[in-house]
């Protein structure tokens, strides 16, 4: 029997072929391995050359594979016909070949059956790859042909006398005959992976017991990647297959990838806290271990979700090891000389990765391309490794070869479950950190392209309710803290406010009713409150400022981290005159430097001494040069002035009153589709070529008092051909302690947008960001660390803020919990409001000039008053307290829970440090501490830690995310 191949020489036959080509020649070799064409031929095939015909005497069997047709001379061919040769043309399947030489035999009933008949094919596939393998490292082979010729002869007698034992001893040997030519150059191991995929988008066919049970039984050695979504299907609407998986997994013939996935609307893990990742983490493991029996060890994603914090919440959660690649989209790292590596954290925390991306295991081609990447990584890779991925119902021809060549070899690797690979194999020394750019985060157009509705509000809204969950567990911990004994739980925001000031208004007899402000953050913050209904002299320990203009009066409250100020009014006669209004402390006492005293003089028309009284919203007009006047509003305190055109509303300036130079320009801007884009006529370097332009039609100053201004703006997105592309309601809130300046905007677009589906980051509407000074690098919150953005990243996923900055100068913006962000150019960001779909029209953000840290600040702006202040609260025995405390700056709070403990109070608190910094530092409670135990995130203890009577001592490292339990 021959097969021709396309060159002149087989040693220099190139693998390296168009699809399908190369699967040609290793169907064609295998398929005359098939026991009844051997037994009629009494010959294994022999290769030659298409380009060099063979000898006169013609072969019993012929084939010429498809890809040898263009190098066969039609007179040869011709000869042929003239012989008794059957000549296999123009097939490309296993199994038509084998059908067409047995009929062509005259075969009408071999007998074999077909695990026999899988045993032979299996041994022609494998001696295919190991000799082009052994070619393909050493360049010859020592294939011994002859003697595996015998050995498949004996093996085919001792089927016809139904020996059993001779059998497996026969095709063994023929088996070991192959295995010998390739251990005579290369012995080392390598080890097979068989990952059978169960998304969760799976048709119901596929998940069937039918489906399933000889995919899992096909061979011992099957992984499931297994999502939670698929598990919770599984067990609503297949408990059967659910049942055959679980028999499975518990003897140990099927391992699981553990992926926490819930569905294709579940949020994503770079946009979430480390406290929210852990938290989905738990969560699916606790099912996994409830459905199956045992919970998985290595950890993997079928689609995009992989984040840089990774490694250390999968070594907290007791994960053994990580798949390091998505093969449902294709993401794979680009180093890929190994085919493990240590995944090493932001922490520093490693954990076992495999990222040897899997082969198709249902193309045709896979069993050359194992040989050809055998070839590659033989001399390279620390541990040798092929993966197969496939999906159920599939027809995985080679890996079924492999799968069964396993059964009596193990030369081109050994088939083993993901647990055992991880537990089998060393660490190569190799750690390797990746940065959240290297991932390919597709959540804002994925979620266009599957219609969901509010792609980009809806992480709004997710991190709203995050906030306010976690500061109800906070009040809910600070009330048990006053009295260990109440019992409510499970409250809303508002219910946990009351409970605490009941419970702080119990330890004092006094009646006076005043108002409650409650702080669950770990920092300090100022509230901001119209207190116009009070007259007197103020009851309170902590006023940044009390002002009363035009019959108004606010005050500015700071309160204390997880702690709380009353605010009430001074009852003696002595005060009972009208009030006068004060300023109690200034942040900045920066006093303007002589020529800006001209400029507040002319602004204000007041002297020098009355420029802490000027408004804070004012309409400027000024005569210039050329006898003109420069018109436009006003927006300053101690920290900055802000100017806004009158003509298009647009932010246009913001000074800091001892530095030069523009900071910051902001306006709202409806970018234009790539076909609009094509049309618009500006000149392309034109700064707004692209974009509307904004109009203003109105400004309202509805607040302009010593503490507080605000100025509302009207106005239009005109596009470039004239047309509205939406209306829209601007509001800016300057406050005189502070400074940030918020920022509030209803959009109201005017046209369907339908050609933006094509790209949710080319067409959006947007909040336009720039800046003048190109040396400020970006950094963002990234899983909640305080991480730099590379300046090359286009596509910025942020939800707290995203912070400009240099070592003498710092813009931060302030998101709100809008999470995505496009960089356009060096000097300026779009913060996105709305794509195709987007149904929310109100949005929210702020900016901030020289924030000392935006993290704290970020939190203080989402945090909504309303829900955390009691308007009629007794006077507790104190004005102002804080009831705990934690004395680093970049160590933040970010999860709280109430432990059961009958004996008394127990919480859970989640640290983090955010600024990449080792910290030694001290949490403080008002009571007593009878211990704290350091855990993981399955809440297992792992360490004691040092307690001072109220205090915890705690040692952290960079970007350590850390749970304790502290026992009261």
Same mark, same amino acid.
């Given at each position: 029997?021959?097969?021709?191949?396309?060159?002149?020489?087989?040693?220099?036959?190139?693998?390296?072929?168009?699809?399908?080509?190369?699967?040609?020649?290793?169907?064609?070799?295998?398929?005359?391995?098939?026991?009844?064409?051997?037994?009629?031929?009494?010959?294994?095939?022999?290769?030659?050359?298409?380009?060099?015909?063979?000898?006169?005497?013609?072969?019993?069997?012929?084939?010429?594979?498809?890809?040898?047709?263009?190098?066969?001379?039609?007179?040869?061919?011709?000869?042929?016909?003239?012989?008794?040769?059957?000549?296999?043309?123009?097939?490309?399947?296993?199994?038509?070949?084998?059908?067409?030489?047995?009929?062509?035999?005259?075969v009408?009933?071999?007998?074999?059956?077909?695990?026999?008949?899988?045993d032979?094919?299996?041994?022609?596939?494998?001696?295919?790859?190991?000799?082009?393998?052994?070619?393909?490292?050493?360049?010859?082979?020592?294939?011994?042909?002859?003697?595996?010729?015998?050995?498949?002869?004996?093996t085919?007698?001792?089927?016809?006398?139904?020996?059993?034992?001779?059998?497996?001893?026969?095709?063994?040997?023929a088996?070991?005959?192959?295995?010998?030519?390739?251990?005579?150059?290369?012995?080392?191991?390598?080890?097979?992976?068989?990952?059978?995929?169960?998304?969760?988008?799976?048709?119901?066919?596929?998940?069937?017991?039918q489906v399933?049970?000889?995919?899992?039984?096909?061979?011992?050695?099957?992984?499931?990647?297994?999502?939670?979504?698929?598990?919770?299907?599984?067990?609503?609407?297949?408990?059967?297959?659910?049942?055959?998986?679980?028999?499975?997994?518990?003897?140990?013939?099927?391992?699981?990838?553990?992926?926490?996935?819930?569905?294709?609307?579940?949020?994503?893990m770079?946009?979430?806290?480390?406290?929210?990742?852990?938290?989905?983490?738990?969560?699916?493991?606790?099912?996994?271990?409830?459905?199956?029996?045992?919970?998985?060890?290595?950890?993997?994603?079928?689609?995009?979700?992989?984040?840089?914090v990774?490694?250390?919440?999968?070594?907290?959660?007791?994960?053994t090891?990580?798949?390091?690649?998505?093969?449902?989209?294709?993401?794979?790292?680009?180093?890929?000389?190994?085919?493990?590596?240590?995944?090493?954290?932001?922490?520093?925390?490693?954990?076992?990765?495999?990222?040897?991306?899997?082969?198709?295991?249902?193309?045709?081609?896979?069993?050359?391309?194992?040989?050809?990447?055998?070839?590659?990584?033989?001399?390279?890779?620390?541990?040798?490794?092929?993966?197969?991925?496939?999906?159920p119902?599939?027809?995985?021809?080679?890996?079924?070869?492999?799968?069964?060549?396993?059964?009596?070899?193990?030369?081109?690797?050994?088939?083993?479950?993901?647990?055992d690979?991880?537990?089998?194999?060393?660490?190569?020394?190799?750690?390797?950190s990746?940065?959240?750019?290297?991932?390919?985060?597709?959540?804002?157009?994925s979620?266009?392209?599957?219609?969901?509705?509010?792609?980009?509000?809806?992480?709004?809204?997710?991190?709203?309710?995050?906030?306010?969950?976690?500061?109800?567990?906070?009040?809910?911990?600070?009330?048990?803290?006053?009295?260990?004994?109440?019992?409510?739980?499970?409250?809303?925001?508002?219910?946990?406010?009351?409970?605490?000031?009941?419970?702080?208004a119990?330890?004092?007899?006094?009646?006076?009713?005043?108002?409650?402000?409650?702080?669950?953050?770990?920092?300090?913050r100022?509230?901001?409150?119209?207190?116009?209904?009070?007259?007197?002299?103020?009851?309170?320990d902590?006023?940044?400022?009390?002002?009363?203009?035009?019959?108004?009066?606010?005050?500015?409250?700071?309160?204390?981290?997880?702690?709380?100020?009353?605010?009430?009014?001074?009852?003696?006669?002595?005060?009972?005159?009208?009030?006068?209004?004060?300023?109690?402390?200034k942040?900045?006492?920066?006093?303007?430097?002589?020529?800006?005293?001209?400029?507040?003089?002319?602004?204000?028309?007041?002297?020098?001494?009355k420029?802490?009284?000027?408004?804070?919203?004012?309409?400027?007009?000024?005569?210039?040069?050329?006898?003109?006047?420069?018109?436009?509003?006003?927006?300053?305190? $101690?920290?900055?002035?802000? /100017? #806004? %055109?009158?003509? =298009?509303?647009?932010?246009? &300036?913001?000074? +800091?009153?001892?530095? @030069?130079g523009?900071?910051?320009?902001?306006?709202?801007?409806?970018?234009?589709?790539?076909?609009?884009?094509?049309?618009?006529?500006?000149?392309?370097?034109?700064?707004?070529f692209?974009?509307?332009?904004?109009?203003?039609?109105?400004?309202?100053?509805?607040t302009?008092?010593?503490?507080?201004?605000?100025?509302?703006?009207?106005?239009?997105?005109?596009?470039?051909?004239?047309?509205?592309?939406?209306?829209?309601?601007?509001?800016?809130?300057?406050?005189?302690?502070?400074?940030?300046?918020?920022?509030?905007?209803?959009?109201?677009?005017?046209?369907?947008?339908?050609?933006?589906?094509?790209?949710?980051?080319?067409?959006?509407?947007?909040?336009?960001?720039?800046?003048?000074?190109e040396?400020?690098?970006?950094?963002?919150?990234? $899983?909640?660390?305080?991480? /730099? #953005? %590379?300046?090359? =990243?286009?596509?910025?996923? &942020?939800?707290? +803020?995203?912070?400009? @900055?240099?070592?003498?100068?710092?813009?931060?913006?302030?998101?709100?919990?809008?999470?995505?962000?496009?960089?356009?150019?060096?000097?300026?960001?779009?913060?996105?409001?709305?794509?195709?779909?987007?149904?929310?029209?109100i949005?929210?953000?702020?900016?901030?000039?020289?924030?000392?840290?935006?993290?704290?600040?970020?939190?203080?702006?989402?945090?909504?008053?309303?829900?955390?202040?009691?308007?009629?609260?007794?006077?507790?025995?104190?004005?102002?307290?804080?009831?705990?405390?934690?004395?680093?700056?970049?160590?933040?709070?970010?999860?709280?829970q109430?432990?059961?403990?009958?004996?008394?109070?127990?919480?859970?608190?989640?640290?983090?440090?955010?600024?990449?910094?080792?910290?030694?530092?001290?949490?403080?409670?008002?009571?007593p501490?009878?211990?704290?135990?350091?855990?993981?995130?399955?809440?297992?203890?792992?360490?004691?830690?040092?307690?001072?009577?109220?205090?915890?001592?705690?040692?952290?490292?960079?970007?350590?995310?850390?749970?304790?339990?502290?026992?009261?």
């Amino acid at each position: 029997m021959h097969i021709l191949y396309p060159g002149y020489t087989f040693e220099t036959l190139s693998m390296n072929r168009s699809d399908g080509e190369a699967s040609e020649l290793v169907v064609a070799y295998s398929a005359l391995f098939h026991p009844a064409i051997v037994e009629q031929t009494k010959h294994l095939p022999n290769w030659e050359s298409a380009a060099a015909p063979m000898s006169p005497t013609a072969p019993k069997v012929l084939v010429i594979p498809p890809c040898c047709e263009k190098y066969i001379d039609d007179t040869w061919t011709s000869k042929l016909d003239k012989t008794e040769t059957i000549v296999v043309r123009n097939l490309s399947r296993r199994d038509e070949i084998i059908t067409f030489i047995i009929e062509k035999l005259n075969v009408t009933d071999h007998n074999f059956d077909n695990e026999f008949v899988n045993d032979c094919l299996a041994l022609g596939t494998f001696a295919f790859v190991t000799d082009l393998l052994t070619r393909q490292i050493r360049y010859m082979s020592v294939l011994d042909n002859s003697r595996l010729q015998t050995e498949l002869l004996d093996t085919i007698n001792a089927y016809r006398e139904h020996d059993t034992a001779k059998i497996d001893e026969a095709i063994a040997k023929a088996f070991d005959v192959v295995t010998e030519s390739k251990e005579y150059f290369y012995t080392s191991q390598s080890y097979l992976l068989n990952f059978l995929l169960l998304p969760a988008s799976l048709p119901a066919e596929h998940l069937s017991p039918q489906v399933l049970q000889p995919q899992l039984h096909k061979s011992r050695k099957t992984t499931l990647w297994l999502p939670t979504a698929t598990l919770e299907r599984l067990a609503a609407d297949f408990p059967e297959s659910l049942q055959l998986i679980r028999s499975a997994v518990e003897n140990g013939d099927v391992q699981i990838v553990g992926d926490e996935r819930r569905g294709d609307n579940d949020i994503r893990m770079p946009l979430l806290s480390q406290d929210e990742i852990a938290s989905k983490l738990r969560n699916a493991i606790a099912r996994y271990t409830d459905l199956l029996g045992k919970r998985p060890l290595v950890f993997g994603r079928l689609t995009a979700g992989l984040t840089p914090v990774l490694p250390q919440l999968l070594a907290l959660t007791s994960y053994t090891g990580a798949i390091h690649f998505t093969p449902l989209d294709g993401w794979k790292p680009n180093d890929t000389n190994q085919s493990k590596i240590e995944w090493k954290g932001i922490d520093g925390t490693c954990i076992d990765a495999l990222i040897r991306y899997p082969l198709n295991a249902a193309e045709e081609d896979n069993g050359v391309e194992v040989a050809s990447k055998l070839g590659q990584i033989l001399d390279t890779d620390h541990v040798v490794t092929i993966a197969f991925a496939h999906f159920p119902n599939q027809p995985t021809q080679w890996m079924d070869d492999f799968l069964t060549a396993n059964k009596f070899t193990k030369s081109l690797g050994e088939f083993v479950l993901i647990d055992d690979y991880f537990a089998q194999t060393k660490n190569s020394g190799n750690k390797t950190s990746y940065s959240l750019t290297d991932y390919r985060i597709n959540e804002l157009q994925s979620a266009v392209e599957q219609g969901h509705e509010n792609p980009i509000s809806r992480w709004v809204a997710y991190n709203k309710t995050r906030i306010n969950r976690q500061a109800t567990t906070v009040l809910e911990i600070m009330t048990r803290l006053l009295n260990p004994n109440e019992t409510s739980h499970n409250q809303s925001l508002e219910q946990a406010a009351v409970t605490f000031t009941k419970t702080l208004a119990a330890s004092n007899e006094q009646s006076d009713e005043g108002l409650l402000f409650i702080n669950p953050l770990t920092v300090p913050r100022t509230v901001y409150y119209d207190i116009t209904c009070f007259t007197n002299e103020l009851d309170c320990d902590t006023i940044v400022a009390d002002i009363t203009q035009n019959g108004k009066r606010e005050a500015a409250i700071k309160v204390p981290p997880l702690g709380y100020s009353w605010l009430g009014q001074v009852k003696s006669e002595q005060h009972t005159q009208e009030h006068q209004s004060r300023e109690i402390e200034k942040k900045h006492p920066a006093k303007p430097k002589s020529f800006l005293q001209n400029i507040i003089n002319t602004f204000t028309n007041t002297n020098v001494s009355k420029a802490k009284e000027r408004p804070l919203v004012a309409e400027i007009s000024i005569p210039t040069n050329d006898g003109n006047r420069d018109r436009f509003y006003l927006l300053r305190n $101690n920290f900055y002035e802000a /100017k #806004i %055109d009158t003509a =298009t509303g647009a932010l246009f &300036s913001v000074r +800091f009153p001892e530095k @030069r130079g523009n900071r910051l320009a902001q306006q709202i801007a409806y970018r234009l589709s790539k076909a609009e884009r094509a049309t618009d006529t500006r000149p392309i370097d034109d700064p707004n070529f692209g974009y509307t332009i904004m109009a203003a039609d109105k400004f309202e100053i509805e607040t302009s008092n010593l503490l507080t201004g605000c100025l509302k703006i009207n106005g239009r997105l005109v596009h470039p051909d004239g047309h509205v592309a939406a209306t829209f309601i601007e509001r800016f809130t300057v406050r005189r302690t502070s400074p940030v300046i918020e920022i509030a905007i209803e959009l109201e677009p005017e046209f369907q947008r339908e050609n933006t589906i094509e790209s949710a980051w080319e067409s959006y509407y947007a909040i336009r960001w720039g800046w003048g000074n190109e040396m400020l690098d970006t950094f963002g919150s990234i $899983n909640g660390n305080y991480q /730099k #953005i %590379d300046s090359d =990243t286009k596509q910025i996923h &942020s939800t707290e +803020f995203i912070d400009l @900055r240099t070592t003498s100068e710092s813009l931060t913006i302030l998101t709100d919990g809008l999470p995505f962000h496009r960089r356009v150019g060096l000097r300026r960001i779009d913060t996105l409001l709305s794509v195709h779909n987007e149904k929310s029209k109100i949005f929210r953000c702020a900016f901030g000039l020289e924030l000392p840290n935006p993290q704290d600040t970020s939190k203080e702006f989402q945090l909504e008053d309303k829900n955390i202040l009691v308007k009629k609260s007794q006077k507790p025995r104190t004005n102002s307290a804080w009831l705990g405390f934690i004395e680093a700056k970049n160590i933040e709070a970010i999860d709280w829970q109430i432990l059961t403990n009958e004996s008394g109070l127990s919480i859970q608190v989640q640290l983090q440090e955010t600024k990449g910094k080792p910290s030694q530092f001290q949490i403080i409670f008002c009571r007593p501490i009878k211990q704290a135990i350091k855990q993981n995130q399955l809440n297992e203890p792992q360490e004691q830690l040092e307690t001072n009577n109220n205090k915890v001592k705690i040692k952290m490292r960079p970007h350590e995310v850390l749970p304790i339990r502290i026992d009261f």
